[in-house]
């Protein structure tokens, strides 16, 4: 996989498409709208729906943000499976 560049953007198109509906899932699971989110994590309310919907990317600063309020339920199944190789 390492020399095949069309396999590896579609993985990573996966998993941002995974993500994206993680936040999305965990968020409504938890009650709270996106500007809430947005308050916990220090963004304003756009930054959250473009997360959720694919138009900006997040930084790992974010991301990790994201892992310390929804704990160990943020995961994702691609980025499991590329670390069990």
Do not use: C, W
């Amino acid at each position: 996989m390492r020399n095949n560049m069309a396999m590896r953007q579609a993985q990573v198109d996966r998993f941002k498409t995974e993500l994206q509906i993680s936040i999305r899932n965990l968020r409504k699971e938890r009650g709270l709208t996106q500007r809430q989110l947005a308050t916990i994590l220090g963004v304003d309310q756009a930054t959250i729906s473009n997360f959720e919907s694919g138009k900006t990317v997040m930084s790992i600063t974010q991301a990790y943000e994201l892992v310390l309020v929804f704990g160990k339920d943020f995961s994702n199944p691609t980025l499991a499976l590329a670390s069990s190789h």
